[in-house]
T-cell receptor, first 115, second 111 residues
Framework: ETGVTQSPTHLIKTRGQQVTLRCSSQ?????VSWYQQALGQGPQFIFQYYREEENGRGNFPPRFSGLQFPNYSSELNVNALELDDSALYLC??????????????FGPGTRLLVL | AQSVTQLGSHVSVSEGALVLLRCNYS??????LFWYVQYPNQGLQLLLK??????LVKGINGFEAEFKKSETSFHLTKPSAHMSDAAEYFC?????????FGTGTSLTVIP
């Protein structure tokens, strides 16, 4: 059973550019969540997808968008990058429908630096 | 609103000493609470979770946590620290479609 994988591992962009981060869920998981972790902080929820539909969103502007594909892989897109977008972006997948008891399994993250 | 508070952003213990990392939650019933560990340049790894089955939860690597409703706490403990326990620890509450994480506690183990 493969775990959650993310690509790329590191990325450098400049202000105003657009970026796409990718995530492959753990086998059998149909729910994926994205988090932003700034340096020295805890992860902050961006949004969640369940069966290709957005299932909740945190306090992030619309320039943060996502997709989930039929194979349950996912993308996070960020437009008009700002310096404050520099962070570790974590993808997490969970089994079956979202629920209070569900454990989220995290990938290693993509570290984004915006110059 | 759901939230977790981790008291102490940095904790240092000697190798072999007790580890105690504090977490208090603010949550409507039921709270489902988790502890994750993050090693440098890695993602988060689940240590243990509380889902109301038992108040004392045992996790991996010798860690355990006790849910105390009266104190709204879910502190993480380990009887004897090992050098490999040095990492960042996060307490989190699951609201159903998102996790709220605490700000983390960095654990240093002194040889």
């Amino acid at each position: 059973e493969t775990g959650v994988t993310q690509s790329p591992t590191h990325l450098i962009k400049t202000r105003g550019q657009q970026v796409t981060l990718r995530c492959s869920s753990q086998s059998g998981h149909n729910t994926v969540s994205w988090y932003q972790q700034a340096l020295g902080q805890g992860p902050q929820f961006i949004f969640q997808y369940y069966r290709e539909e957005e299932n909740g969103r945190g306090n992030f502007p619309p320039r943060f968008s996502g997709l989930q594909f039929p194979n349950y892989s996912s993308e996070l897109n960020v437009n008009a990058l700002e310096l404050d977008d520099s962070a570790l972006y974590l993808c997490a997948s969970s089994l079956d429908r979202p629920g209070y008891q569900e454990t989220q399994y995290f990938g290693p993250g993509t570290r984004l630096l915006v110059l | 609103a759901q939230s977790v508070t981790q008291l102490g952003s940095h904790v240092s213990v000697s190798e072999g000493a007790l580890v105690l990392l504090r977490c208090n939650y603010s949550s409507s019933v039921p709270p489902y609470l988790f502890w994750y560990v993050q090693y440098p340049n890695q993602g988060l790894q689940l240590l243990l979770k509380y889902t109301s089955a038992a108040t004392l939860v045992k996790g991996i690597n010798g860690f355990e946590a006790e849910f105390k409703k009266s104190e709204t706490s879910f502190h993480l403990t380990k009887p004897s620290a090992h050098m490999s326990d040095a990492a960042e620890y996060f307490c989190a509450v699951n609201t159903g479609n998102q996790f709220y994480f605490g700000t983390g506690t960095s654990l240093t183990v002194i040889p």
